[in-house]
């Protein structure tokens, strides 16, 4: 029988055995063991799609072989694989949860704009994240990430994909990261991102060639202010030339554009909810955010459409729900020199080279501007508010200039983007121009003014011109007043009529347009054209014109060239001769114009010549033609050549020295 000893002996080595077993078959079953708490910890969270490979702990470090996992964020759908992961830490401060680093040798992230009914679990009501609990929340002391692939899939159904690499790590009262952002050919952008302990978030951003030269500087600060309020106020500074060109390969600007140059400089402030209600879209439903924003844009410049602009607005700020409410006060001010062939309405200016203006283009908003941008399922929606106003000042095109014009919404305006189709379109617009005066560059038909247009855009896609409704046009013109009702084109119809009503044109200054000595007259038409509207041009057919009573006279004094043939033609020696003082009682003008601008005009008169043939009445009857492109290029041609030599009279004028 054993003895009391070597029984307690053998009971302390099977303990001892038995002890070392479990520890044995512990050690075995950790990789599975915290795989499993991974698990059930990331899907609390509201993961799904979760798998996770754990390698066995070492005493320094851990190796992750597979991580994968996916879940909906504000909005996006996410799926996040990596490999290999390695884990380091001490083991005596892993106790209080804090890790020496976690590398990342390579991932894939996939995003998508989460489909309805994709999120895992219901929204939850969640503290504002702030900067100054970034540090203390940070469980690492360091994270680097050698590559990670993102494939952003827009709501276009366009993939964008990019690299990103760089760190995090945590200093003292910082947390300071360093990250690097490539496409598939080069590196775009480099960013420094810190958050301090006293709530102030800081950005920077360069280019790989020139991480020495800022390219943007912002900062942020986020602080309570009470219990159910953080104040929020920042600014940033940004240089548009190279920050443009680093956003390239997903900032597409049209040719007339680029290149992009200026200095962009804006300021905010506001309160925030400190806590945010349940997402139910892409902004919380029962959030408010108020707040201010001042912007300032200098020495601007837009390929060869705009040079020297500057902009300055202040701008109010109310977010709620899915929607911003805004309001620009009256310190809007837009002032820019503008290439006057971008807003040639004749042909043959060069839009791709600058002409400088002798005055900026002034954009002004004396009333100020408010509306609405919103974001409702599969599509966005901006909306301006009705009375808003516009006044152009300095308004200089080849074909006219404009000292002054308003520009009056008479409805709310809205334009909405559908993500599905990726169309843009308009819920209509109602709009009031007004001009006092407008100069054409054609000085023989001298000004318009009292120009007014009242016209209405229709609903529907910009896919086309939606149908447009002009409820009334005038202007005054030559003497008289042209104006339209009721106008409507539509760009689907093949074609399009409307009709002008003429009241009082003074005939002197219509027969002044030839820029024909030889002939004056005088009289008042009143007359109506109709226009035709087609794919190829514009006509006006069967218009008519016709003086008011008394009439008026028409004095015709020939060439010589004109009175040589008149001798040797009886019926044209017959109208000279009663031309060279007509008093006419009636003056009918038969108006047609085809599409490619030529003018014909069937004249009929009936009166007497005083000083010819005893007084005896005379009808007349004369078909001119012209063509009206080639008339207004050449009285553009006499007003250049003109100005030009009063150019070089007042420089050879002018005092010697």
Request: charged share 20%; hydrophobic share 45%.
């Amino acid at each position: 029988m054993p003895s009391p000893r070597l029984t307690r002996t053998r009971f302390i080595l099977l303990g001892v055995a038995a002890l070392a077993g479990l520890v044995a078959i512990t050690y075995a079953a950790l990789p599975f063991l915290l795989a499993g708490w991974l698990h059930r910890v990331l899907a609390q969270q509201g993961f799904t799609n979760i798998r996770i490979e754990l390698g066995y702990p070492g005493s320094r470090a851990l190796r992750v072989h597979r991580l994968e996992l996916a879940g909906t964020r504000a909005g996006q759908a996410f799926a996040l694989s990596a490999r290999n992961l390695v884990i380091e830490y001490a083991v005596a401060e892993l106790a209080a949860g804090r890790v020496i680093r976690l590398r990342i040798p390579e991932a894939l992230l996939r995003t998508a704009p989460a489909l309805p009914g994709e999120a895992a679990t219901a929204p939850q009501p969640a503290a504002l994240p702030l900067p100054a609990t970034w540090v203390a929340a940070f469980p690492l002391q360091e994270l680097v990430v050698e590559k990670l692939q993102v494939d952003w899939r827009t709501s276009d159904a366009e993939t964008l994909t990019g690299y990103v690499r760089g760190w995090a790590r945590r200093v003292d009262t910082q947390l300071q990261t360093r990250w690097s952002l490539a496409d598939e050919q080069r590196p775009v952008l480099e960013l420094e991102l810190d958050a301090m302990a006293d709530g102030v978030l800081a950005a920077t951003l360069f280019r790989p060639d020139a991480p020495s030269q800022p390219v943007l500087r912002a900062t942020a600060a986020v602080t309570p202010r009470d219990e159910r309020t953080v104040a929020i106020h920042g600014s940033l500074e940004a240089q548009l030339k190279p920050l443009a060109s680093m956003l390239s390969p997903w900032l597409i600007l049209p040719k007339a554009l680029a290149p992009i140059d200026g200095r962009l400089l804006a300021r905010w402030s506001g309160d925030a909810p400190a806590v945010l209600p349940a997402q139910t879209g892409n902004l919380a439903r029962g959030a408010a955010l108020n707040g201010t924003l001042s912007v300032d844009l200098s020495a601007v410049r837009l390929g060869t459409c705009l040079q020297d602009g500057s902009l300055h607005l202040d701008a109010t700020l109310s977010a709620g729900g899915d929607s911003i409410r805004w309001r620009v006060d009256k310190s809007f001010r837009l002032s820019a020199y503008v290439n006057p062939a971008v807003l040639a309405l004749t042909g043959g200016a060069d839009r791709n080279k600058f002409v400088r203006t002798a005055e900026p283009l002034v954009v002004r908003a004396p009333r100020g501007l408010s509306g609405e941008v919103a974001r409702v399922p599969l599509e966005s929606r901006l909306t301006l508010a009705p009375k808003a106003a516009l006044v152009l000042e300095q308004l200089h095109t080849p074909d006219a200039r404009v000292a002054k014009l308003t520009a009056t919404l008479l409805n709310d305006a809205r334009l909405t983007y559908q993500s599905a189709s990726r169309r843009w379109k308009t819920g209509g617009l109602a709009v009031a121009v007004a001009a006092p005066a407008l100069q054409p560059q054609f000085a023989s038909i001298g000004s318009v003014e009292d120009l007014l247009l009242i016209a209405r855009l229709g609903p529907g896609p910009l896919t086309r011109l939606p149908p447009l409704t002009v409820d009334d046009a005038a202007m005054t013109l030559l003497g008289g007043r042209l104006r339209g009702r009721d106008i409507r084109y539509d760009s689907a119809r093949d074609i399009n009529r409307f009709t002008i009503d003429i009241e009082h044109l003074d005939l002197a200054r219509v027969v002044a347009l030839e820029q024909q000595q030889e002939i004056v007259a005088t009289g008042v038409l009143d007359g109506r054209l109709p226009f035709t509207l087609t794919r190829h041009g514009i006509g006006i057919d069967g218009g008519q014109m016709r003086a008011t009573p008394p009439g008026g006279v028409i004095r015709y004094q020939p060439s010589d060239t004109v009175r040589s043939m008149a001798e040797a033609n009886p019926n044209l020696k017959l109208v000279v001769q009663a031309l060279s003082n007509y008093h006419y009682e009636k003056l009918d003008i038969g108006v047609n114009y085809a599409e490619n601008g030529d003018l014909a005009l069937q004249i009929a008169m009936a009166g007497r010549n005083p000083d010819w043939n005893a007084g005896q009445p005379v009808n007349l009857n004369i078909n001119l033609s012209e063509n009206v492109p080639m008339l207004l290029r050449s009285l553009r041609l006499a007003d250049d050549i003109s100005g030009e030599v009063e150019k070089r009279v007042r420089e050879q004028s002018g005092p010697k020295r």
